[in-house]
């Protein structure tokens, strides 16, 4: 194809030289090009007639040009004639007519002008001269048309010489140089294969001693080389290696000439699979890059590609290992240089230890990848040894449970992730894995819930950019977020993550000719999700923890034996769902084999073992023990089982979680009459507030509160049953409300603390500010994450500051149960599976706590009672249901009421003596329902006659006994009171308030000189501004109740949807000398169903604000409801206006206004039940 192409170009400047065109047309660079190519390396085979007429005319035409009898016109005359030749002897009519006559004329037989065997002329010098030409008039170019133009013309002139001619030993050593930058130019192996024949030819010419033979050796080596790599010659390889040893045996060897050795070394090595020239190979490029040379970063490269590749073939492991050995025998003073061996050394050591995770050898690789890093100084190399260095840490710290080394590896997998996502931003998914990985650990060590969730976004944004990942590559990255989010899924009990977390785990197991090892992590993860769906959904069938059986002795089989790390997380996953099978099933055979799991984990060798699995083994062991008792009626498996739940439970390397739940099992396990188990229970409380103040955010505080909820039985159970009822009042008292266990530190101050006493408050104030500003955020993932992030630094830093202070204050003793019944007695009611209880304080310091059973207040019963309340008080309270479904509604509700007044309220107002309707002064009792009995209006409670508590006492609320503690220890104001009074009728998203008008009149006309903030004036800045100034608020406004974020529950001013007043504003606030708080809004006393003891709702916001008495409403009411209430408060609050608010008279006040009410709408509790009095 070529030939054809090049002849009808030749062709075709011939016929325009005939026809009388320039001189260029034949005498161009161009031209002699295509005629060099054609007679040089496309000719046909044998003698090519059509091409050695088509070039001999060019050249005649080029000899008719240059002027008659010049030299270069007597030398292209002299190659046509020799090109001719041929043509003269075999087609001689084809010939110009002057060739013919000049053969005749000049005596010559054509004969001896061309090669039969070459096909081609015999006399060289005419392509010497030419080919001298064209390199002369641009000796220095190393432009591919020029160097192949003139390797052409050397080529002819080859062609024309036989070995014996004069110019042979001077063309030898010429055509090789040049093919030699020729192929330097092309890259091309063709030109390689000839040029390593020239060259080889010319060393063959070249004495011992000519200056030109180092040169050629050079030469044929590198050529050599390329042979090898291009065309896996090994026998080229070989010539290459002897080649380039004698070049480095020369004089003047230099450091081009060491990489060529390497180079042809490790190509030798690798066509003939010799090792030792591997291990020179290495050596070589190792000493060049040590060297001062300007190559050593040559060498660099060239040994690190050279390990990679060995590292990648498990057949040259030894060979490595022995170089790195030999290299660096111990750490010393390493440079940049020594980067690669460190690396392949780590990597070595990583492959020795991926099966085994044994600690010793993960702390060799994290002392490894720290001379990496020492050594690491450009971007390549400092991300490389980033990664090692985060991937050994994080490893060596699940082993450990370092934080320490867990929050290094953090840093270093952010560092590398910088550098690639600038360098090579198509890698950075290996960098967010690795992040991804760091914080799982570190959640693992810490429990630290920020970690974790830092943990799930960086394993989702790995999966979203692995575009540039083979299939392992996905596969464990897959199934390492698969593992984070189901960590994740599990701490929050959240069913949807943890179905995306199975589905990820088995996307990865699809992927095929996975390693053994990975196989076995995806096996272990599908067992752990299995079980987590079992207990999350709680199915009628137990096919999940089949499964999830099989699934993790699938993992154990292909695991290597012993207890190597990936044997202990299948076991890890057998322990655990075989024991919740085996408690299903009442299998005592699959509980001793958790037992037997468990044992041969605790009696591997302390240095071998992963920390938090011996832990799980140990807790799992137990709780298998616990329940082999319980079938087996085993005092010596249950004595056993409480002593390895002790060692859990007073671990304090264990993370609070797992204690807890070691502390949760041991409660199961006690024995109710013991007092030994009061001091369980103690222990439970503590981990409890140390697990609820390990939280950094308020939604992680929240949910350890909502978890462990079940604790409250315990301690009632236990403490009842060891008859100690004032113990277990405070045991109870202590598991509550903590979520604010900084509310009123500074109450507990005296004059003695006057030298913090400022700086405690300014903290205190801080961290409220802060839970203020977290529990008032956005709910979604994405808007949250940098708000977390501040979050975290910024309650970092408070708390270490607040952990300092902390100890400067008073020891916070127990309530005083005598006070606090001073002005009357307090009831703590709770239910339980068991029945009820009420605690009740009377003031009698014989007996400060009385405990009156209530057997029909059971918590199922109880449960449903108040879901029945809830639905029928919605009903009731709903315009849009039809009249003749709120009045059946209105039914429920007193049936409710009557059934409560019967099982409960009634036997606590008659044993505190309240058994009439006092004919003087009315007493007080303050109610403080637990738990889920918080739904019910207690001081509306009554027979279906009408006969209730609201006839016998006054009724007022407290969230805890220390609530009411703090409420009573605000002082009276200094300045008098000042009353402010809010009134918002309409708000956007909201139906208008019709009868605010009418209220806000009322309350005026009992307290004139109150201010007004109404309307566009009744904003968040200025409510805030106001109630600095203020001890009497009066609300007159919509409220709205967020049951799933409670921080976000919020009063609706005029600018609520830009700027809300939220609870989480309310209770961040300490206002001093604040008296009365009256809420005529809705649902300001509606409380969170899973946070019920945690006082989340707007009346107690207040109250923690520093409000001593606050009026809230349990539920939605009318405006002349509310209007009706507010006018007879304050009638009776201000004597008819005949004086300021007395506030302490709150309580009676709201009494006489709901009992009025009452007698208004007897058949229509939920308009009169709503109004409640919380506080002192």
């Known amino acids: 194809m070529m030939r054809q192409v090049l002849l009808a170009r030749i062709q075709r400047r011939v016929r325009m030289a005939e026809a009388g065109a320039a001189a260029e047309t034949v005498l161009s660079r161009e031209g002699l090009a295509d005629a060099a190519a054609l007679l040089a390396r496309y000719r046909a085979p044998g003698i090519d007639l059509p091409a050695l007429k088509a070039c001999g005319m060019l050249f005649f035409h080029r000899a008719l040009r240059q002027g008659r009898g010049s030299r270069t016109s007597v030398r292209d005359s002299a190659a046509a004639g020799q090109l001719f030749a041929a043509v003269h002897v075999l087609s001689p009519d084809e010939l110009p007519a002057p060739f ?69 030993s001077d063309l030898i050593p010429m055509l090789g140089t040049r093919l030699c930058l ?102 070589t490029f190792w000493q060049l890059a040590h060297s001062s040379s300007e190559l050593h970063m040559m060498a660099f490269d060239n040994l690190k590609a050279l390990l990679h590749r060995l590292l990648a073939d498990p057949r040259y492991t030894g060979t490595v290992s022995e170089f790195c050995r030999s290299a660096l025998p111990e750490p010393g ?199 987590d769906l079992h207990v999350l959904e709680e199915p009628e069938t137990l096919e999940n923890l089949h499964q999830a059986v099989a699934a993790a002795e699938q993992a154990l089989s292909l695991a290597e034996p012993g207890v190597g790390s ?40 302390e240095e071998v073992v992963v920390k938090g699995i011996a832990q799980t083994a140990e807790l799992e062991r137990a709780r298998a023990l616990g329940s082999l008792a319980r079938m087996e009626n085993s005092v010596e498996h249950r004595r056993a089982a409480f002593a390895g739940l002790d060692r859990v439970v007073d671990s304090t390397e264990i993370r609070p979680w797992v204690r807890m739940q070691a502390a949760i099992a041991q409660l199961q396990m006690s024995d109710h009459t013991d007092r030994k188990s009061l001091d369980q229970i103690a222990k439970a409380v503590d981990l409890l507030h140390l697990n609820v103040t390990s939280g950094v955010l308020w939604d992680d505080r929240a949910h350890v509160v909502r978890t462990f909820a079940a604790l409250t039985e315990e301690i009632v159970l236990t403490g009842l049953g060891a008859n100690q009822p004032g113990r277990t009042l405070e045991l109870l008292e202590r598991s509550r409300n903590l979520l604010f266990q900084d509310l009123g530190t500074s109450f507990r101050l005296g004059p003695e603390h006057a030298g913090f006493k400022a700086e405690i408050e300014v903290l205190s104030d801080r961290l409220r500010a802060l839970d203020a500003k977290d529990r008032a955020a956005p709910g979604r993932q994405d808007e949250r994450r940098e708000l977390n992030r501040e979050i975290l630094r910024e309650r970092a830093k408070l708390m270490e500051e607040w952990n300092r202070l902390k100890g400067l204050l008073p020891r916070e003793d127990s309530a005083d149960p005598t006070l ?31 405990v009156l059973p209530l057997p029909e207040l059971g918590a199922r019963t109880a449960h449903d009672r108040v879901l029945t309340f809830l639905t029928a008080r919605e009903y009731a309270t709903e315009d849009r249901f039809p009249s003749r479904v709120r009045l059946r509604a209105q039914g429920e509700v007193r049936d409710t009421l009557a059934w409560l007044w019967q099982v409960a309220a009634r036997p606590i107002v008659e044993a505190l003596g309240f058994a009439s309707t006092p004919r003087g002064a009315w007493p007080r009792m303050w109610w403080c329902p637990v738990g889920f009995l918080g739904h019910f209006p207690w001081h509306a409670a009554q027979s279906a006659q009408g006969d209730g508590v609201l006839d016998r006492v006054i009724s007022s609320y407290t969230t805890s006994l220390r609530s009411l503690h703090f409420a009573r220890s605000v002082p009276d104001p200094a300045h008098g009171e000042r009353a402010l009074i809010v009134a918002q009728p309409e708000v956007p998203s909201a139906e208008p308030l019709r009868g605010v008008e009418r209220e806000v009149a009322a309350v005026r006309r009992f307290v004139p000189r109150s201010t007004l903030l109404e309307k566009a004036d009744a904003t968040k800045d200025n409510v805030l501004k106001a109630l600095q100034s203020h001890s009497i608020v009066h609300l007159a406004c919509h409220a709205e109740s967020d049951v799933h974020s409670p921080g976000r529950s919020r009063l609706l001013l005029v600018d609520h949807e830009e700027s809300p007043l939220t609870l989480a504003d309310l209770a961040g606030m300490r206002l001093a000398e604040r008296q009365l708080a009256v809420l ?97």
């Open 100 to 168: 013919n006559d000049m053969y005749r004329k000049l005596g010559m037989d054509p004969h001896d002008l061309f090669s039969s065997g070459t096909g081609f002329t015999t006399d060289p010098l005419v392509w010497w001269d030419l080919g001298f030409e064209v390199l002369r008039s641009d000796p220095e170019s190393m432009e591919v048309p020029h160097l192949t133009l003139v390797a052409d013309l050397f080529r002819l002139t080859r062609l024309s010489a036989t070995p014996d001619h004069p110019l042979y």
């Open 182 to 283: 020729l192929r330097s130019a092309t890259q091309d192996v063709k030109v390689a294969a000839e040029a390593f024949e020239v060259c080889g030819t010319a060393l063959d010419l070249l004495t011992e001693n000519d200056p030109q033979r180092p040169l050629f050796l050079r030469n044929h080596g590198r050529e050599a080389i390329v042979l090898a790599d291009q065309l896996d010659d090994a026998d080229a390889a070989r010539t290459a290696v002897e080649r380039c040893r004698e070049v480095v045996r020369l004089p003047d060897a230099d450091s081009p000439d060491q990489v060529n050795l390497g180079s042809a070394l490790a190509e030798c090595a690798r066509l003939t699979e010799d090792e030792q020239l591997y291990g020179e190979a290495l050596r």
């Open 333 to 531: 003073e390493e440079t940049f240089a020594d980067g690669p061996v460190l690396q392949a050394m780590w990597s070595l050591k990583s492959v020795a230890n991926q099966n085994r995770h044994d600690p010793r050898a993960l702390a060799s690789m994290v002392a490894l990848a720290r001379r990496l890093l020492a050594v690491a100084v450009d971007d390549d190399s400092r991300r490389e040894a980033a990664l090692a260095a985060a991937t050994a840490l994080h490893q060596h710290a699940q082993l450990t449970h370092s934080a320490t080394e867990a929050r290094e590896a953090i840093a270093l997998a952010q560092t590398g992730l910088d550098i690639t996502e600038r360098v090579e931003p198509s890698q950075a998914f290996i960098f967010r894995h690795a992040l991804a990985s760091a914080n799982g650990v570190l959640y693992e060590v810490t429990g630290d819930s920020e970690t974790q969730r830092e943990a799930v976004h960086q394993g989702q944004l790995a999966l979203d950019s692995m575009d540039g990942a083979d299939d392992v590559q996905r596969a464990t990255a897959l199934a390492n977020h698969a593992g984070i989010l189901h960590r994740y899924a599990a701490r929050m009990a959240d069913r949807s993550r943890l179905h995306k977390a199975l589905a990820f785990q088995q996307e990865a197991s699809e992927v095929r000719d996975l390693p053994s090892r990975l196989r076995v992590t995806l096996l272990c993860g599908l067992a752990g999700m299995l079980t």
């Open 566 to 605: 990936e044997g202990q997380f299948a076991r890890h996953e057998l322990m655990h769902a075989k024991r919740l099978l085996g408690v299903a099933t009442n299998d005592p055979e699959a509980l001793r084999a958790v037992v037997a799991l468990a044992d041969e984990i605790l009696a591997a060798d």
């Open 820 to 850: 606090l019944a001073t002005g009357g007695p307090v009831v703590e009611v709770v239910s339980t599976s068991e029945g009820g209880y009420a605690f009740l304080l009377t003031g009698d310091r014989t007996e400060p706590v009385r």
């Open 1080 to 1176: 005529s809004a809705c649902s300001t006393f509606q409380i969170t169903p899973a946070l019920a003891d945690e006082a989340l709702h707007v009346t107690a916001a207040f109250q923690q604000a520093g409000f001593r008495h606050v009026v809230g409403a349990m539920w939605p009411v009318g405006d002349d409801v509310a209007t009706a209430v507010s006018d007879r408060f304050y009638d009776r609050l201000t004597g008819s206006a005949a004086h300021p608010p007395q506030t302490d008279l709150a309580a009676l006040a709201l009494h006489d206004a709901v009992s009025s009410l009452r007698r208004q709408y007897s058949a229509a509790p939920t308009k009169w039940a709503s109004f409640v009095h919380l506080g002192a």
